[in-house]
């Protein structure tokens, strides 16, 4: 099976191409929208117009023909972080998050990036933050939506 990184900003020139590419991201990440709260605005709104600005990326691997893992990146003068970073199910444990993890620190120019997940989910992030060295910085009850709390790791909110 054949893995891709592609970066949606290399595609940015490229209007049909970037705007498939940016929905079928979408698609792969509606679970989102019930543990982040107006998740699908701020994607097709803040990261969209960000992208074009060249302060965000959207880094996606390919598995075979499948959208695999997809991150989203936040890259400005206040901050390096990743927002998001998802590998589907059916392909974790192929070495996907940890490409994804390693262009991401590439892209942003730093091994330690700010990033936030939310409780629930932090038992499955904790080997790839292990290994990459992550420190827990902070826990925020509420911060994204009510009832759940969202750990960082590498800084602060």
């Given at each position: 099976?054949?893995?891709?990184?592609?970066?949606?900003?290399?595609?940015?020139?490229?209007?049909?191409?970037?705007?498939?590419?940016?929905?079928?991201?979408?698609?792969?990440?509606?679970?989102?929208?019930?543990?982040?709260?107006?998740?699908?605005?701020?994607?097709?709104?803040?990261?969209?117009?960000?992208?074009?600005?060249?302060?965000?990326?959207?880094?996606?691997?390919?598995?075979?023909?499948?959208?695999?893992?997809?991150?989203?990146?936040?890259?400005?003068?206040?901050?390096?972080?990743?927002?998001?970073?998802?590998?589907?199910?059916?392909?974790?444990?192929?070495?996907?998050?940890?490409?994804?993890?390693?262009?991401?620190?590439?892209?942003?120019?730093?091994?330690?990036?700010?990033?936030?997940?939310?409780?629930?989910?932090?038992r499955q992030f904790r080997p790839l933050f292990t290994r990459f060295g992550f420190e827990k910085a902070e826990e925020y009850q509420n911060y994204y939506s009510f009832g759940s709390k969202e750990i960082s790791?590498?800084?602060?909110?």
């Open positions: 099976m054949k893995k891709t990184t592609i970066s949606l900003v290399n595609c940015i020139d490229d209007y049909p191409l970037f705007d498939y590419y940016f929905d079928s991201i979408y698609m792969t990440l509606t679970q989102l929208d019930g543990e982040y709260p107006h998740f699908k605005n701020w994607y097709y709104q803040k990261v969209k117009q960000d992208l074009l600005k060249g302060e965000r990326n959207i880094l996606f691997n390919f598995y075979d023909d499948y959208i695999a893992g997809v991150a989203i990146l936040k890259n400005n003068l206040y901050e390096k972080k990743i927002c998001t970073l998802r590998v589907d199910e059916r392909f974790q444990k192929n070495g996907i998050g940890t490409s994804l993890m390693l262009n991401s620190f590439y892209y942003l120019n730093t091994q330690t990036p700010i990033i936030t997940v939310n409780s629930i989910k932090e790791y590498n800084g602060c909110l």
